[in-house]
Structure formats: C-alpha cells, structure tokens
T-cell receptor, first 113, second 110 residues
Framework: KAGVTQTPRYLIKTRGQQVTLSCSPISGHRSVSWYQQTPGQGLQFLFEYFSETQRNKGNFPGRFSGRQFSNSRSEMNVSTLELGDSALYLC????????????FGPGTRLLVL | GESVGLHLPTLSVQEGDNSIINCAYSNSASDYFIWYKQESGKGPQFIIDIRSNMDKRQGQRVTVLLNKTVKHLSLQIAATQPGDSAVYFCAENNNNDMRFGAGTRLTVKP
C-alpha cells in the first residue's frame, strides 16, 4: 500500500505570494491532518479534515486554510506569505480520526524569501 | 534578528546499549500517546502507541511506559543500532487535539 504523498517536495516563494500544497493520504484513510514544523516551534497542528469537513483547527491565522476532496486528498493554502512561514509542512493521514495512528508524508519544505 | 530554535535534549548511546527517551506530557485528560521517529529530511515515522488504560506496551525492540500519575511517557529501545539515530517525538491526543513534544535527538555511536 502506498504511503502518504505530498507535492511539491520543495518550494521557494517570495513574501506576499500565496502557495498551495497537496497531500494524498493512504488509500482508505479518510482523516488528513496538517502540521507545520520549524526549528523554533517544533511540530504544530494546523488543521484536520474528515469527509471534506474541517474537524479541528490549531492556533494559526486565517491566512492558513485547507480543504479536502471527496477522494480524501487534501490541499492547504497559505496566502500573503510571510518570512516566518518558511517551514516543513507535513501531512498525516489516519483511518477515521486523530485518535488512531497517523502516518506522515515526507513533507513539503517551503522557503519564503 | 536571530531566531532562537528549540534546544533539543540529546541522548548519546553506544551501539548495542539500551536507550531510554523520556517525555513529560501536559494534559491529564490525554488518553492516547504515540512515539514517532524522524530522520533527517523525512517525515515522522510511527514507532509505537499506547492508550491511557495501559501502563506498558511492547513492540519489536521498543517498549513504551506510561505513568499517568506524573504525566510521564518513556520509550525504551533495546540493543540500539546506528539506524536508530534520529529525533524522537512523543505526542499526546485529547479529543482529537494532537500535541507533540519538542523531541529528543538520539545519537548512536558505533
């Protein structure tokens, strides 16, 4: 069974731009969570989607948004990029909920210049 | 200005020795705990989990111990190998709110 895939793997943007990251969960997994990982803050929860609905949200500004499609694939969007948005963005999938084992993708490394 | 990164605790062990990585969690209502391993350039990889109705769970070469009284979680790795070198994170889950610890960097010396 294929693991969680994320595209693109690396991305360079400039301040003020917007970016869309994509995540394909493990086949059969319906819950997708997004995390931001930085050296300064560690792993921080962004949001979780299940059945195309945002089920949980972390403490991030409204510039961070996401969505989930009927095939469970998910995208996250960051608008008006700031330098501090430079991070590794990780997607994790699980069968039904965050109370189960989450399997992480390799991440998208975003650099904002 | 210069950004201040998390100062990761580090653990250095000799190959073949046992490793114990500790984690203090914050929420007494958390009922599901996971240990992840993250190698450089990769996403976190699931190692083992434990629910709050258990004190101990064993996997292949790994054991997780949960002490709810003091909100403490530990990961024991038996016969540590060079391939175990990585950053290890604990995570706690309360009502689908998943929170991660800062991580511990394990270095295995050959």
């Amino acid at each position: 069974k294929a693991g969680v895939t994320q595209t693109p793997r690396y991305l360079i943007k400039t301040r003020g731009q917007q970016v869309t990251l994509s995540c394909s969960p493990i086949s059969g997994h319906r819950s997708v969570s997004w995390y931001q990982q930085t050296p300064g803050q560690g792993l921080q929860f962004l949001f979780e989607y299940f059945s195309e609905t945002q089920r949980n949200k972390g403490n991030f500004p409204g510039r961070f948004s996401g969505r989930q499609f009927s095939n469970s694939r998910s995208e996250m969007n960051v608008s008006t990029l700031e330098l501090g948005d430079s991070a590794l963005y990780l997607c994790a999938s699980s069968l039904v909920s965050g109370k189960e084992t989450q399997y992480f993708g390799p991440g998208t490394r975003l650099l904002v210049l | 200005g210069e950004s201040v990164g998390l100062h990761l605790p580090t653990l250095s062990v000799q190959e073949g020795d046992n490793s114990i990585i500790n984690c203090a969690y914050s929420n007494s209502a958390s009922d599901y705990f996971i240990w992840y391993k993250q190698e450089s350039g990769k996403g976190p990889q699931f190692i083992i989990d434990i629910r709050s109705n258990m004190d101990k769970r064993q996997g292949q070469r790994v054991t997780v111990l949960l002490n709810k009284t003091v909100k403490h979680l530990s990961l024991q790795i038996a016969a540590t190998q060079p391939g175990d070198s990585a950053v290890y994170f604990c995570a706690e889950n309360n009502n689908n709110d998943m929170r991660f610890g800062a991580g511990t960097r394990l270095t295995v010396k050959p």
